[in-house]
């Protein structure tokens, strides 16, 4: 159906459901919901190569994903729910999300994918995700002088919007437990140190153990790809050291699966002999054996709140410098984790 007959069913005139679409303020709020709802109910989708001549305007935000062949991987349960909670608010606004992933983690690869976003007018606007402690895209980007949000912060000086997850938090917080549980040596199976949000964990860790005169140990600070297999030969190799750490604290869910299966390989019962946590709350975390504590993150809000400052920077409504948020963490005790024996 076109916008025409979209229009007439309505009883609205064209400019009137157009601007309803496109998330407009000078349209009444029950007058959009009316709009929005119909142009559901029968399926409505606006012809993008029109819009495009029309406006020169593509209504699309792209988003270009990790690679998975070295283990970082960023399509799964979690990537899916974020990028869910984004196309929730852009459909609502009248844009589409379109993504694509790299075959390998090249920066310079990285770099042309962004440029044919932006050079042929595929997208309006840009997500960056994964940000790293010093992020090219975000000047590539920048400069090109097209809107973009981070998942994630850099060490940028130039203002830019940004959503993130307080990982400095959420680590100082798991930490902290298997500290008040008396344990003081804690390893800590953390990510590629290229990532901000890994340096970010990294940081919430030695805070907690600074608040207890702890001295961190590097010799437990182990760095892997995010992965089971990585959590796994990570663990393994701890469990076989002079001396083993009697509590683990991993940087995902999927790390402490993979160091749950090296202990068990070991004869050690974890949440009894052993302590270990997650990050994520995975749809995995819970089922595992024994039940995994970890850390939620809403990562469905953080998309929804990624959503909504893309849709205001596009619409002029804020500037990159007054999008600033960053969302809590809770932690989500269960069973693998123990007080020290």
């Not at 993008?48 to 994903?65: E, Q, T």
């Not at 992020?135 to 912060?153: M, N, Q, S, W």
């Not at 003081?184 to 199976?189: D, N, V």
Request: charged share 25%; glycine share 8%.
């Amino acid at each position: 159906m076109s916008i025409v007959l979209l229009a007439r069913d309505l009883g609205l005139s064209i400019s009137t459901v157009s601007r309803a679409l496109n998330g407009y303020h000078d349209v009444a709020p029950a007058t959009k919901q009316r709009v929005l709802k119909r142009a559901r109910e029968i399926g409505y989708r606006p012809n993008p190569g029109a819009r495009r001549l029309k406006s020169g305007r593509s209504s699309l935000v792209g988003v270009i994903l990790p690679a998975a062949s070295d283990g970082v991987r960023f399509v799964d349960s979690v990537a899916s729910s974020l990028l869910g909670g984004v196309e929730v608010e852009l459909e609502n606004g009248g844009y589409g999300l379109i993504a694509t992933m790299q075959t390998r983690n090249d920066l310079e690869r990285e770099a042309a994918l962004y440029g044919n976003f932006i050079k042929g007018g595929w997208v309006d606007a840009l997500l960056l995700v994964r940000t790293r402690v010093a992020d090219p895209r975000v000047e590539l980007v920048r400069k090109a002088h097209i809107p973009f949000v981070t998942y994630g912060r850099t060490e940028t000086a130039e203002p830019y919007a940004w959503v993130d997850t307080d990982n400095e938090k959420a680590f100082y917080l798991v930490t902290l437990r298997q500290i008040e549980f008396g344990h003081e040596r804690i390893a800590l199976l953390n990510g590629p140190l290229e990532y901000n949000f890994v340096r970010l964990r990294e940081k919430g860790y030695t805070r907690a153990l600074a608040k207890h005169r702890i001295a961190p140990d590097r010799l437990l600070m182990l760095n892997g790809d995010l992965s089971e297999v990585s959590g796994y030969a990570l663990c393994r190799s701890l469990l076989v050291s002079a001396v083993p750490p009697t509590a683990i604290v991993c940087a995902t869910d999927a790390m402490a699966i993979g160091a749950i299966a090296a202990c068990r390989e070991r004869g050690m019962a974890v949440g009894h002999e052993i302590s270990i946590a997650g990050y994520g709350n995975s749809s995995a975390s819970g089922f595992c054996d024994p039940p995994l504590t970890t850390i939620d993150h809403a990562v469905f809000e953080n998309g929804r709140h990624i959503g909504q400052s893309l849709l205001r920077l596009l619409r002029a409504e804020a500037k990159p410098a007054d999008i600033h948020y960053l969302e809590p963490v809770v932690l989500v005790p269960r069973k693998s984790d123990c007080p020290r024996k």
